[in-house]
């Protein structure tokens, strides 16, 4: 009979595998988004540093990001291993430095990013048959297996975890801590699951540290077990969770240590520079070296608030209906007097879920300076697999209770599990590549614009023309987005980027081309005076994604003259 059970648990990962993989390799390296330049060429320098034992060099931010420049240096190693021997140093990341030398040595960005985001794929995929495994022994395995395909093929998670960042890999591993927590403390007291979760830990923490969040969870879920009606003594059972709290630390520390050459060196410097530029922007929303000091005092609680709201709002409108109506019947979940449907683990792990959810939008809603729907991808990720932990219950008890149109109950069953996988991933698909600007029919205004997706087009455009790599062009967000797409001269539109003048008009009037970004410049500082001017300029070419304006191709010599005269005096 156990062997029976083994099988499906194992049919169902590979099911699981079949369900997933596809969507999230395909189109890989369609497009390139505004921060992953940046990412890049940090894990390009954390290649050259540890290939050169420069362990010193091995922090770029506060984050830390360690896992993100893990993947960028394997995915280094797999396209240009000898990288490393080049004698070129480090890369500035808010230069184009780092692709002129790589196009000098016959080699392209692209590749580079396909590479890594692949690599980063597969851990992702690793993670979620993990947390499927440990999952099931707290549901059950369908329940298990609709949460995690449902989490995985959602649009917003799927968009923004293929790309080369922090988030999905921070969201899997918070995942994953909680999962082999909730089973060594419910079902199964051997260590592997309490190492499983302390190591997802250090790994959440090496990835950013906004994932302390994990920890405090991790205490209140030890603090709620002291409260459990058995036969021990509190003395024993505050004895066994500072134990277990040891032990699961230690192993984070361990991996965090382990797996970051930074800290073998110069610990001090590295936790100074990750923890105190994170708190300086939590507090006053730019790092140490701009802020200088950290001033608590300067926080404001009541834009906090606002930022709660809108982060809530984020989700609501980059979720799809099946993720709304599956929290509907979490309510039920708890309420149920059928125990064997819904076990206390069961609703222990839900309730965990929904708290880290509600700790990361507290968290980057109460911030200064960050606003992007992609901080708080946790929360999809949790409430995606609280929903589908819902959906499967709610279709267990109608599976107990009704027989619709002559069928048998288990192709009822079956019949709508398969609904709402299509349905799903049918909501993803609809906006390849670019699945994270997915927005909810039933809202008005939501998903995520402007993050450099449509770039590409407008360099594909550009690349066609017969002399495309002898152009130079002028484009907003030039560095990734469009660059790593045209095989030509690209320069950044550096509007902001003077106090005084507007030398970027000479700039525009010795390039072939200029590429605007309406779908930002028209609501951001950066472009906006530009865009005026503009307005009743024919383009010679648009892009449009989903019937919305992403970006303009402007022929220079196509230009009339007035407008570099209307800009200068402006």
């Known amino acids: 009979m156990k062997t ?4 499906y648990k194992w049919f169902l990962a ?22 992953e330049p940046w990412w890049v060429i940090s894990g390009s320098n954390y290649y050259y540093a540890l290939t050169h034992q420069d362990f010193e060099h091995t922090i770029y931010d506060y984050h830390p990001a360690v896992t993100t420049t893990w993947v960028v240096a ?9 990288y490393r021997g080049l004698g070129q140093g480090y890369f500035d990341v808010r230069k184009p430095l780092f692709e002129n030398f790589m196009r000098e040595q016959g080699k392209d960005a692209l590749p580079l990013v396909r590479n890594s985001r692949l690599i980063q794929v597969g851990l992702l995929i690793v993670l979620a048959l993990l947390s499927f495994f440990l999952l099931q022994m707290l ?40 999962l082999g927590m909730q089973v060594y403390l419910n079902k199964d007291r051997k260590l592997i699951y309490l190492f499983v979760s302390g190591a997802a830990f250090g790994l959440a923490q090496l990835t950013k540290s906004s994932s302390i969040v994990l920890l405090a969870l991790i205490v209140l879920i030890l603090f709620v077990e002291l409260f459990k009606q058995n036969a021990e003594s509190l003395t024993f059972k505050i004895w066994s969770a500072v134990k277990i709290f ?7 520390i361990f991996v965090y240590v382990l797996l970051w050459p ?9 936790l100074y520079e990750v923890f105190g530029n994170a708190f300086s922007y939590a507090f006053q929303g730019a790092r140490l070296d701009v802020t200088r000091e950290l001033q608590p005092s300067s926080f404001n609680i009541v834009a906090g608030v606002g930022g709660i709201t809108q982060y809530i709002n984020r989700w609501i409108t980059s979720s799809t209906v099946i993720s709304w109506l599956g929290l509907i019947f979490i309510p039920l979940i708890f309420v149920s007097k059928d125990k064997s449907l819904t076990p206390a683990p069961m609703r222990s792990t839900i309730a965990y879920l929904i708290i880290v959810a509600a700790l990361f939008i507290v968290l980057f809603g109460m911030v200064q300076g960050r606003d992007s729907a992609y901080y708080i991808l946790s929360s999809f990720l949790s409430l995606d697999m609280v929903a589908g932990i819902g959906w499967a219950v709610a279709l267990f008890w109608a599976k107990k209770r009704w027989a619709v149109l002559r069928l048998k109950r288990a192709d009822i069953h079956t019949i709508a599990l398969l609904v709402l996988i299509v349905f799903q991933l049918g909501s993803s698909l609809l906006y390849y590549p670019y699945y994270f600007t997915y927005k909810n029919p039933f809202v008005k205004q939501g998903g995520v614009h402007g993050y450099g997706e449509g770039l590409d087009q407008a360099a594909g455009y550009l690349a066609k023309k017969g002399n495309a790599k002898d152009l130079r062009v002028i484009a907003y967000a030039a560095r990734g987005c469009f660059s790593y797409f045209f095989p030509g001269k690209s320069d950044l539109l550096k509007i902001g980027f003077y106090e005084d003048g507007l030398p970027y008009v000479e700039e525009i009037q010795n390039a072939d081309y200029l ?3 309406p779908i930002r410049q028209n609501t951001k ?38 407008i570099y005269n209307i800009l200068l005096r402006e």
């Open 4 to 7: 029976n059970v083994d099988k």
């Open 74 to 82: 394997a995915g280094m190693v797999s396209y240009f291993p000898s």
């Open 14 to 35: 590979l099911v699981l595998l079949v369900l997933i993989t596809p969507v999230h390799i395909a189109g890989i390296d369609k497009f390139a988004t505004l921060d």
């Open 246 to 252: 040891v032990i699961w630390f230690a192993v984070a």
């Open 139 to 178: 549901v059950d395995e369908m329940a298990a297996f609709l949460a995690v395909v449902l989490a995985m093929n959602a649009p917003f998670f799927l968009g923004i975890s293929r790309l080369v960042n922090h988030e999905g890999m921070l969201a899997m591993f918070v995942l994953v801590g909680l």
């Open 525 to 562: 500082a950066d472009g906006v005076e530009l865009m005026r001017v503009l307005q009743n300029v024919s383009p010679e070419h648009t892009i449009f994604i989903d019937e919305i304006e992403y970006a303009r191709i402007y022929n220079v010599a196509d230009l009339p003259e007035d």
């Open 515 to 517: 590429v605007l970004y």
């Open 262 to 270: 930074g800290m073998w060196v110069a610990p001090g410097k590295m």
